[in-house]
């Protein structure tokens, strides 16, 4: 259950959105894998503890994915440590975690961190914005990402990131293909809003990762679960 390489489907949630009581329960009782806490805009260490203290009273691993030094706590059972792989600026590669570990070295547990070889595919979106990953990656550009991920670094989790926008799937499928051949678990989030569209993209990522579908269309959000778990 804390072994992401046995997840199949996770809900990301924004610290940033509003989700009443009522629809958290049924994401945290949807038969997700996880839930992932994480966003790049108005993230604060009171929303993210906020939304944490809500989400812990279900019994599935909750984890925060940092992209801030400012949102770093104890209390959740993982931390997802995103590396941007195709920025430019060293600080979302390695600048801001070196930061990290002066600040916090003595008080992690690395047994409870993930880093995640980050590649973003939409220039447009937020995070792209953020940290700087403007240039929009071709077919060959993302294979060559999944390869650095996947054969060389060997990391544990490569994140395929479409945030708002649904992928290219010869991409997400050449990705899948290749990583398949090594232990580097393959995440894919970005513009799932139907249950065809996560089981599409299931049957070539290990990890189908929904995000806004929750707070846009949550009906059809719940639906994907069951569609990722059924696909093969
Ligand atoms: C006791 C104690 C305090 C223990 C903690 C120990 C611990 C866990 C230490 C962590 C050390 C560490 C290595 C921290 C990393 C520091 C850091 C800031 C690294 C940079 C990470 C990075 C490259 C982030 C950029 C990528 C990014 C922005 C990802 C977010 C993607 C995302 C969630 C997108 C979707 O949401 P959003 O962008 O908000 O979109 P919408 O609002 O439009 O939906
Ligand atoms: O919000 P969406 O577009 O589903 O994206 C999910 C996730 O990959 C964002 O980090
Ligand atoms: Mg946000």
């Not at 990656?137 to 993302?142: G, H, K, L, M, Q």
């Not at 393959?186 to 993209?201: L, P, S, V």
Request: net charge negative; hydrophobic share 40%; aromatic share 8%.
């Amino acid at each position: 259950m804390y072994d992401v390489r046995e997840w199949r489907h996770v809900f990301k949630l924004d610290p940033n959105k509003e989700i009443d009581d009522q629809l958290l329960e049924r994401v945290c009782e949807s038969g997700t894998d996880a839930i992932i806490v994480g966003g790049s805009d108005g993230v604060t260490l009171d929303n993210v503890l906020e939304l944490m203290v809500r989400v812990r009273r279900y019994p599935l691993p909750c984890v925060l994915e940092i992209s801030s030094l400012e949102m770093v706590t104890p209390g959740f059972d993982l931390y997802f440590i995103p590396t941007v792989l195709n920025t430019k600026r060293a600080e979302w590669i390695t600048g801001l975690h070196a930061a990290a570990m002066k600040e916090y070295g003595e008080l992690m547990n690395p047994d409870e961190l993930v880093v995640e070889g980050y590649c973003i595919a939409n220039p447009e979106c937020k995070a792209a914005k953020l940290t700087g990953a403007t240039e929009k990656p071709d077919t060959e550009d993302i294979t060559a990402y999944a390869r650095l991920a996947g054969h060389l670094w060997k990391l544990p989790v490569f994140y395929l990131e479409y945030s708002g926008t649904y992928g290219d799937i010869k991409a997400v499928k050449k990705a899948g293909d290749l990583l398949a051949e090594t232990r580097t678990t393959y995440f894919y989030g970005g513009g799932i809003r139907t249950a065809e569209q996560a089981k599409e993209i299931g049957q070539h990522a290990d990890v189908v990762v929904v995000g806004n579908a929750v707070y846009d269309s949550p009906e059809e959000a719940l639906k994907t679960v069951t569609a990722v778990k059924n696909s093969v």
